[in-house]
């Protein structure tokens, strides 16, 4: 196997035109460069330079392994500079899958915390229902960790490997149009809830079926006049008068001027917010993003 060093050697000794030129500019001394080239020989069943008493000359093989050689050097110099990139802290990543909520009100302020760019590395994000974040937890997958919610008892369905940690309870809130008349936090009563037109979340969600159940449960079998998969949008129409909903309250964070959350004791849901994450995620990384998200959490 050839040696970098007496190829690297070599390189400077065409480059330079001497034994004695090449060691100044490498550190050796020319007895020193000379059994460099000695073994390079050896090493290639070559022989690389024509030697008399006053003078050392390169033969056309070195010049042609001269020329390799530095193509050679270029692509392991690369290779190294590539693999020391790799451990610097600026260029770790953490690929985080996230719900939309949970991205608007708490990932983005966890971006800005000291918690996070601290770390020195950089966070990429997929944002999307949780159906569609988990699978991208599997070995070898997309994403390193995620924030996810979990219905009532609707299962997530894990891939091997993933752990997962509870965040916290966000409870959802009935809501109305402030143009109906009533207060915040006013008690409302089923008939007068149900006799509403109603803002609903998308259908075949997690959320619309156990909201769904709720309200059947409750009696109430509301006559539907938008189905929405943006809470953000379902809080804009039921401030524009369009009709009431059930709101989670992190996404109430935000909420537009218009809307009017009530007291409704026989409607009672709430969700669990949890991390997950795979078995090969920097362990370091995510434990930031447990603890940063869980406090910003515990203080909303």
């Not at 020391?84 to 608007?104: D, I, K, Q, W, Y």
């Not at 938008?226 to 008068?241: H, I, K, Q, Y």
Request: hydrophobic share 50%; charged share 20%; proline share 5%.
């Amino acid at each position: 196997m050839l040696n970098l060093t007496h190829l690297r050697t070599l390189a400077e000794v065409l480059r330079l035109g001497s034994f004695t030129a090449a060691g100044n500019r490498l550190g050796y001394t020319a007895s020193a460069v000379s059994q460099q080239m000695s073994a390079l020989e050896r090493d290639t069943g070559m022989r690389l330079f024509v030697r008399s008493a006053r003078s050392v000359q390169p033969t056309q093989a070195a010049l042609a392994m001269g020329r390799h050689a530095l193509k050679l050097l270029r692509d392991v110099e690369g290779l190294l500079a590539a693999g020391a990139a790799a451990h610097e802290p600026g260029n770790r990543e953490l690929r985080v899958g996230v719900f939309p909520s949970a991205a608007t009100f708490v990932l983005a302020g966890f971006l800005e915390s000291e918690a996070w760019t601290g770390s020195g590395a950089q966070m990429v994000i997929s944002i999307g229902e949780p159906s569609a974040v988990v699978p991208g937890l599997r070995a070898g997958g997309e994403l390193d960790a995620a924030l996810v919610y979990q219905v009532g008892e609707s299962g997530l369905v894990l891939p091997q490997g993933v752990t997962r940690q509870w965040l916290a309870d966000d409870a959802f809130r009935v809501v109305v149009p402030a143009a109906a008349g009533h207060e915040e936090g006013q008690r409302l009563d089923l008939g007068e809830l149900g006799a509403m037109p109603w803002v609903i979340h998308q259908r075949g969600s997690s959320d619309a079926t156990v909201v769904d159940a709720v309200l059947a449960n409750a009696g109430i079998h509301p006559r539907i006049v938008a189905s929405s998969d943006d809470f953000n949008a379902t809080l804009r129409l039921v401030a524009a008068g369009h009709g009431a909903a059930m709101v989670p309250h992190l996404a109430m964070t935000a909420r537009p001027p218009g809307v009017v959350a009530v007291q409704v004791p026989e409607l009672q849901l709430s969700r669990k917010l949890m991390a997950l994450w795979s078995e090969d995620a920097p362990a370091d990384l995510v434990e930031r993003l447990v603890e940063g998200c869980g406090r910003m959490l515990s203080v909303s």
